[in-house]
């Protein structure tokens, strides 16, 4: 079975400081990772997917297989990042349902 | 396209009474998925559709909960009778990863639901 484990429930940071929010996961085969973003009342959305490997609000994720980690990093939080994080994992291009972490909230303040 | 819509955006009920939720999928997705979130558990997958069709009930708490698709653009959840510890955000989401060519879900606005 598949496993997403995000261990910060809470992330706070002052505005330009680097932030990293950490996404470990357990499953088998090859997955796809993602990582979702909910800003206050606003729809859970998309950020980005580990396939396309690109940049998006300034942050990247990289796939670590060998550490079975996918890791949200930013070199210099705003304060419009603050925002829940969801990492998730969908099994393959195939895949249907994606598994979601826990969630992480991260306050940048000023 | 409005995105994915789902009515009522809020839910205030007594415990006992009965409760449905309704969404609307983007049109020409053919997977639905109904989540639950709360402080406690985060992002919890309730149940999902292809085509209309349960595909997973394994995340639906118990029998209160129940939920169906009775075509392409819409789809239910009902609570009954529902109960305080139902209190939640219930998102609704649905996606077309045939068409994509990978698994993005877009998401409804959710409904805050009350039980008191």
């Known amino acids: 079975a598949q496993r997403v484990t995000q261990p910060e429930k809470l992330l706070s940071v002052f505005k330009g400081a680097p932030v990293e929010l950490k996404c470990n996961y357990s499953?088998?085969?090859?997955?796809?990772l993602f990582w979702y973003v909910q800003y206050s009342r606003q729809r859970l959305q998309l950020l980005l997917r580990?396939?396309s490997r690109e940049s998006i609000k300034g942050f990247t994720a990289d796939l670590n297989k060998g550490e079975t980690s996918f890791h949200l990093k930013k070199p210099f939080a705003q304060e419009e990042d603050s925002a829940m994080y969801y990492c998730?994992?969908?099994?393959?291009?195939?895949?249907?349902?994606?598994?979601f972490g826990e969630g992480t909230q991260l306050t940048v303040n000023p | 396209d409005a995105g994915v819509i789902q009515s009522p955006r809020h839910e205030v009920t007594e415990m006992g009474q009965e409760v449905t939720l309704r969404c609307k999928p983007i049109?020409?997705?053919?997977?639905l998925f109904w989540y639950r979130q709360t402080m406690m558990r985060g992002l919890e997958l309730l149940i999902y559709?292809?085509?209309?069709?349960?595909?997973?009930d394994s995340g639906m708490p118990e029998d209160r909960f129940s939920a169906k698709m009775p075509n392409a653009s819409f789809s239910t959840l009902k609570i009954q009778p529902s109960e305080p510890r139902d209190s939640a955000v219930y998102f609704c989401?649905?996606?077309?990863?045939?068409?994509?060519?990978?698994?993005?879900?877009?998401f409804g606005p959710g409904t805050r639901l009350t039980v008191l």
């Open positions: 989401a649905s996606s077309s990863p045939g068409l994509a060519g990978y698994n993005e879900q877009f």
């Open positions: 499953y088998s085969g090859s997955p796809e």
């Open positions: 580990h396939i």
């Open positions: 998730a994992l969908s099994r393959g291009p195939s895949g249907s349902r994606l598994t």
């Open positions: 049109s020409g997705h053919d997977y």
């Open positions: 559709f292809n085509n209309n069709v349960p595909i997973d």
